[in-house]
C-alpha cells in the first residue's frame, strides 16, 4: 500500500510549501507516502479550458492501471466528520495498489481525469485557491492516519 497526494502546480506558493511539508514529514513517519507535484503550463484565463486539458493529460499520464484515484473538489460528496473521512480513507487504503488524492488546479479537473476518478470528495462546500487546498487536504490525511492509529493529534 502506498499513498500520494498529488498537486498541480503553476506558481509556488512559500507559505504552502513550508505547510505542506510539515504534514508531509509526519505522515511518512506513518505510511509509506509521497507528494507528488504535477508542472502545470502558464495560460491566460481565456485558455483555462486548454490549462484544465493540458493538466489532465499530464494527472493521467502519471497514473498506473491498478491505482486508486479520489479527487478534492468542491463539487464531492463530503462527510460528517474526520473519523467518518478516517474510515472511508483506511477502506480505500486497503483496495488499491496505491492510493492517490488528487488536488485540481484553479479550474477543476478535466472530464478525462474526472472520468477516471474512483470517486470524488469535497474538503468543504466553500471554494479554496488550490494552495489552501493542497494544506487542508495534507493535514486531513494526516489526521485520518492519527485516528487509525489511535495517534493522540485527533481531540475527539
Known sequence: MKLEVVFLQGQSSKWADLASAEYVKKISTLIPFSEVAISSPARSREL??????????????????????????????????????SEFFVKNLGAAGRLIFAIGGP???????????????????????HHVARVVALEQVYRALAIWKGLPYHNN
Do not use: P
Open 48 to 85: 483555462a479550458g486548454q490549462k484544465r486539458e493540458d493538466e489532465g493529460a499530464r494527472l493521467l499520464k502519471h497514473l498506473k492501471a491498478n491505482d486508486r484515484l479520489i479527487l478534492f473538489d468542491e463539487r464531492g460528496s463530503t462527510f460528517r466528520d474526520s473519523r467518518e473521512f
Open 107 to 129: 479550474y477543476g479537473f478535466s472530464l478525462d481525469v474526472q472520468r477516471r476518478a474512483n470517486t470524488t470528495i469535497s474538503l468543504s462546500h466553500l471554494t479554496m485557491n
